[in-house]
């Protein structure tokens, strides 16, 4: 399986299926859990944070319990399909902390929003005083979550 220049073999996928799930492990405890001692297997960790296969590491935080408790998926249309201006919204879009997530989609839209707001009158503000304004928009559709059942942040690293 290769990801980039880096040939990234079974001890690499073990490696990641790891430090995925958690990335406070020492590399001593990664190394007993897949085999190898300490000083290869920090060299392999080390390679694959160079080759940007591992891209950082973070505290996975419940937005819920930080008064965040409205999710939102809104859909955004452009006013022309152009490089120019897609670039200018994308910058625009980064900018705004809410903004969690930003895909371009095919369809009849062209970005997918993937959006965090305490609660409804928060979204209601945010898109009239911030996402609004953005003079590339020329059409936002928005769907809130109700119930998120389960969310991933780890990649099927052990599919066949």
Partial sequence: ME????????????????????????????????????????????????????KGYQA???REKLNLSILVYALVRLNANSDKLADEFESEVEALEQVMECSVITGSYDYLLKIVAKDLSHYESFVKKSLGQISSIAAIEST?????????????????
């Fill in 60 to 62: 996975i935080l419940d």
């Fill in 3 to 54: 990801f980039t220049k880096m040939r990234v073999d079974g001890k690499d996928l073990a490696i990641l299926d790891l430090l995925q799930y958690r990335g406070r492990m020492t590399t001593t405890e990664v190394a007993q859990q897949v085999n190898l001692s300490d000083t290869p297997c920090l060299r392999r960790i080390k390679k694959l944070e160079q080759e940007g296969i591992i």
């Fill in 144 to 160: 809130v979550v109700l119930k998120q059942t389960f969310s991933r942040n780890q990649l099927p690293l052990k599919t066949p």
